[in-house]
């Protein structure tokens, strides 16, 4: 029996989980904490099966003060199931606008 190589396909879910995950924790200064892992949910329809299934990696929230950072937010938040919740550098919301009917949706 000839010895294949393993890549991250061949392992079990729980484990490239646990691989995605690292990742998340990884310090990305600058970036976004799913600069890493998006691409690689991207790679196949297995990887990104595994990812939408796992909610503890949707689980990290980042709010900038780009509009699409509040988008992906709230697709995190879909994602992450009754995972609690890691918010990394929200940016903070006045009392002004949180009375906004706009910022009402994005408060959790």
């Known amino acids: 029996m000839e010895n294949q ?10 484990l490239t989980i646990s691989i995605l995950e690292h990742l998340l924790l990884t310090p990305n200064v600058g970036r976004s904490p799913y600069h890493d892992v ?3 949910t991207q790679a196949s329809s297995q990887l990104r099966s595994t990812a939408l299934a796992a ?3 949707w689980s990290t929230i980042e709010i900038t003060d780009k509009p699409a950072s ?4 709230k697709l995190c938040l879909s994602r992450s199931g009754n995972h609690n919740l ?3 550098d929200p940016v903070p919301l006045t009392p002004d606008q949180l009375r906004e009917p706009e910022a009402i949706e994005y408060v959790v």
């Open 38 to 40: 998006l691409p690689i």
């Open 86 to 88: 890691d918010v990394v």
């Open 5 to 14: 190589p393993y890549t991250i396909l061949t392992l079990p879910p729980e």
């Open 70 to 73: 509040f988008n992906f937010a």
């Open 55 to 57: 909610p503890s990696l």
